[in-house]
């Protein structure tokens, strides 16, 4: 996994061809593994990417107590051992956002907990407010003090709540509430629930661990509370984000990737986009199961335009690369971020690789160029880091990324599933 001062070097104009597996969901996994402290009895995780975010939140784990292994066939075996630490330090919570679902499991079992407040990062200000409104609904104390937030409850209580903010509804916070809900007195229904895949996913294993949720996958969610939750076993879903990416290094590169076990239903208006914008998109028959689609690029794309939104629209961690796309179609394109209006880190960059884009507002504004020569760059974030990495395949030249700890923080050795489907790519 990647040193912090480590860069990546794409040289452009490899055309990409063949198979890519895709990996366990990223965001799926985090808060699961974070549902492992409903329980002492021992959860198996399959399917868990090689991440560092995933590194991240095995050592939050043990440190509230739990002890946790990754194993090398992606499975991660988590059993809290000892159910009386309740804090998660700034060291650990400054390092990934996502570790803000420790404090729903905590609160249901372990009736306290001290989170470090999460800060902001580049792609926006990322307030917690709605995780705390709902904490707060379901009976929990709150207090944010010395950049804590202390919470604490003797006995949750089920009730109904709205979860929604000025960008609709949250896809952590709805997981959040839901996990602290299932150990709560009564019923509790969550009104304007996110739906978003992962959300389900982590039903699911609640579900498997003897909680009674319904409806997740829709904006409402009812969770019957239980007196105890037991060890399970489960699958991850494939990462959608990571599927998206791939094919987005079709449309790109001229290439032609067949993209193995990514759940369709979970990227239909990914795959609706690329077919808009000209691209070839062919549903293959299961292989062992898996669930397989074919990107085929085309010669000429079609201009289009492009609004993120929650779940089944289109999503956020894939504006960023479908702008990359757009930077090389004739004509005007329009990207608009309903999600997070600043995440834009990508487009100061992609200019510098020669693309012609102007930012309005949470809008921007794509006017298609002929090509992008290759630059040194710098990676900001996750999805802008994979952005970037998308242009170096297509630029002329070499592109010098800086920064790809980003990259390893959600995407599971890229760089080898890139080299495979014939990309030239390499760390120094
Ligand atoms: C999850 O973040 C993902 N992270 C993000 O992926 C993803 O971009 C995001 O959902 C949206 O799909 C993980 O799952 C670990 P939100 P989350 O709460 O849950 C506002 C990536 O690249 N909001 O659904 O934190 C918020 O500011 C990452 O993999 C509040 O106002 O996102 C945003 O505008 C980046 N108050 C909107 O809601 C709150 O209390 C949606 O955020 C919470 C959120």
Do not use: W
Not at 182 to 198: D, H, R, S
Not at 237 to 264: H, N, Q, V, Y
Not at 296 to 322: E, H, M, R, S, V
């Amino acid at each position: 996994m990647g040193e912090k001062l480590e860069t990546m070097i794409v040289e452009g104009g490899h055309r990409l061809e063949g198979e890519v597996q895709i990996s366990g969901s990223k965001n799926a996994a985090l808060p699961i593994l974070a549902a492992a402290l409903l329980t002492n009895e021992q959860c198996v995780i399959e399917h868990v990417p090689f991440l560092s975010d995933i590194v991240e939140m095995l050592a939050i784990l043990r440190c509230l107590g739990c002890e946790a292994e990754h194993r090398s066939d992606g499975s991660v075996v988590v059993q809290a051992k000892d159910e009386k630490p309740i804090t998660a330090p700034y060291e650990l919570v400054r390092k990934m956002r996502a570790s803000i679902c420790v404090l729903g499991p905590l609160l249901a079992r372990r009736k306290r907990a001290k989170i470090s407040m999460p800060g902001g990062c580049v792609i926006g200000v990322r307030p917690i407010d709605l995780h705390l409104k709902g904490m707060a609904a379901l009976g929990a104390s709150l207090d944010i003090e010395h950049g804590y937030i202390h919470a604490e409850a003797l006995e949750l209580k089920g009730c109904e709540m709205f979860l929604g903010g000025a960008f609709g509804s949250t896809v952590l916070g709805t997981g959040n509430v839901m996990m602290a809900a299932t150990l709560a007195k009564g019923t509790t229904v969550i009104e304007n629930a996110a739906c978003e895949p992962e959300v389900q996913d982590l039903a699911m294993f609640l579900n498997t661990m003897g909680a009674k949720i319904s409806g997740a996958g829709t904006h409402r969610i009812v969770i019957e509370g239980v007196e105890e939750l037991h060890g399970a076993k489960h699958r991850v879903i494939p990462d959608r984000i990571e599927a998206g990416t791939f094919m987005a290094a079709a449309a790109l590169s001229d290439g032609d990737i067949i993209i193995k076990d990514a759940r369709l239903d979970h990227l239909m208006a990914v795959l609706d986009k690329l077919s808009e914008i000209g691209v070839r998109v062919k549903r293959l028959a299961p292989e062992n199961g898996l669930e397989r689609v074919r990107i085929i690029a085309a010669k000429n794309y079609k201009a289009c335009d492009l609004i993120t939104l929650p779940f089944p629209g289109f999503p956020t961690d894939l504006q960023a690369q479908f702008a990359t796309i757009l930077c090389l179609v004739p004509g005007i394109s329009l990207i608009t971020e309903k999600i997070y209006p600043d995440r834009f880190m990508h487009v100061a960059e992609l200019n510098r690789l020669g693309a012609n884009i102007r930012k309005e507002s949470s809008t921007i504004i794509v006017q298609g160029v002929d090509f992008l020569s290759g630059a040194p760059v710098m990676a900001t974030d996750l999805r802008a880091s994979a952005a970037l990495v998308l242009a170096g395949l297509v630029a002329r030249g070499e592109t010098t990324i800086e920064q790809i700890y980003h990259l390893d923080r959600g995407y599971d050795r890229i760089d080898d599933k890139l080299r495979a489907l014939g990309a030239q790519i390499r760390r120094a």
